[in-house]
């Protein structure tokens, strides 16, 4: 355990990464049971390895994304309004999709903890402003089956509550597949015009998948909430400012931000609060 070392790289795009990009897809495959979907939107991947280790093993991916636009535990502890975050503050907050370790490293030494608060590090937020020109303060995440989480008891996430809502469940591609196609043969103008996207964007419709399902569904007299799961989803939030919601609240410029300590300590802080716990594990 002492001789582990927790290094965070980012996987760059497709083709200027290959390796890294298709080794990210091949985890995230092959170690989660969760549906891949790639929604349109910010996206940044990382890959978690063990730099003292000579063949670099992997302990765990993680990814990055544009947040959720409508969250309301989250909401009200930033004091956000909607004409705030429509107005661009929502693009200085991301949300943490992929939290994935490896096993057995996840469950015999907290990997998944450590995966989680290492996706909230240095390397990760000067990416993000690199690539979109937003300074990042602050992260959402949501644990699949509500509490207890792994998210539980890490410093640098903060329990808000409960997702609002129930989340529909997704069938498998194969068939997701056909029930579009039958659509578009069968009910072809009121396909087009749910998946139609707005003029001079590109890539699918917002939320298109949703909009596919929920107009088969009703091809066949059935209630979309009969499918979907009860599952509550825990609600998270990272601060990386100690004035992280006056800044989203328009009340404080970018200049006038204040790193917290903890933040700042990053990687090293990280391993020398999730080392003594993994041990005791």
């Given at each position: 355990?002492?001789?582990?070392?927790?290094?965070?790289?980012?996987?760059?795009?497709?083709?200027?990464?290959?390796?890294n990009?298709?080794?990210?897809?091949?985890?995230?495959?092959?170690?989660?049971?969760?549906?891949?979907?790639?929604?349109?939107?910010?996206?940044?991947k990382c890959?978690?390895?063990?730099?003292?280790?000579?063949?670099?093993?992997?302990?765990?991916?993680?990814?990055?994304?544009?947040?959720?636009?409508?969250?309301?535990?989250?909401?009200?502890?930033?004091?956000?309004?909607?004409?705030?975050?429509?107005?661009?503050?929502?693009?200085?907050?991301?949300?943490?999709?992929?939290?994935?370790?490896?096993?057995?490293?996840?469950?015999?030494?907290?990997?998944g903890?450590?995966?989680?608060?290492?996706v909230?590090?240095?390397?990760?937020?000067?990416?993000?402003?690199?690539?979109?020109?937003?300074?990042?303060?602050?992260?959402?995440?949501?644990?699949?089956?509500?509490?207890p989480?792994?998210?539980?008891?890490?410093?640098?996430w903060?329990?808000?509550?409960?997702?609002?809502?129930?989340?529909?469940?997704?069938?498998d591609?194969?068939?997701?597949?056909?029930?579009?196609?039958?659509?578009?043969?069968?009910?072809?103008?009121?396909?087009?015009?749910?998946?139609?996207?707005?003029?001079?964007?590109?890539?699918?419709?917002?939320?298109?998948?949703?909009?596919?399902?929920?107009?088969?569904?009703?091809?066949i007299?059935?209630?979309?909430?009969?499918?979907k799961?009860?599952?509550?989803?825990?609600?998270?939030?990272?601060?990386?400012?100690?004035?992280?919601?006056?800044?989203?609240?328009?009340?404080?410029?970018?200049?006038?931000?204040?790193?917290?300590?903890?933040?700042?300590?990053?990687?090293?802080?990280?391993?020398?609060?999730?080392?003594?716990?993994?041990?005791?594990?």
């Amino acid at each position: 355990m002492d001789a582990i070392r927790p290094k965070v790289i980012i996987v760059g795009t497709s083709k200027a990464d290959t390796a890294n990009f298709r080794l990210w897809d091949t985890y995230r495959y092959f170690i989660s049971s969760a549906e891949n979907n790639n929604v349109p939107g910010r996206i940044i991947k990382c890959l978690v390895i063990d730099d003292a280790d000579p063949k670099k093993r992997v302990l765990g991916i993680a990814a990055v994304g544009s947040d959720v636009n409508a969250i309301a535990c989250r909401d009200k502890y930033i004091g956000w309004t909607t004409t705030q975050k429509s107005s661009g503050q929502l693009n200085h907050t991301a949300i943490a999709a992929t939290v994935i370790p490896t096993q057995p490293f996840g469950f015999n030494f907290l990997g998944g903890k450590l995966v989680a608060a290492l996706v909230t590090t240095r390397i990760v937020r000067d990416e993000w402003q690199a690539r979109y020109g937003d300074v990042l303060v602050g992260m959402t995440t949501t644990s699949l089956f509500g509490s207890p989480s792994m998210y539980d008891r890490i410093p640098r996430w903060r329990k808000l509550g409960y997702a609002t809502g129930s989340v529909p469940i997704v069938p498998d591609k194969e068939l997701y597949y056909y029930w579009r196609h039958w659509l578009i043969e069968n009910r072809s103008t009121e396909f087009q015009n749910i998946t139609a996207t707005k003029e001079g964007r590109g890539g699918p419709a917002t939320s298109e998948k949703l909009r596919v399902l929920n107009l088969t569904f009703d091809s066949i007299g059935a209630s979309p909430g009969s499918f979907k799961h009860g599952f509550r989803r825990g609600v998270y939030f990272s601060s990386f400012y100690e004035n992280t919601r006056e800044f989203l609240c328009g009340q404080i410029p970018e200049s006038r931000l204040v790193l917290k300590p903890s933040i700042q300590a990053d990687v090293e802080g990280i391993v020398n609060w999730w080392r003594p716990r993994a041990v005791q594990r």
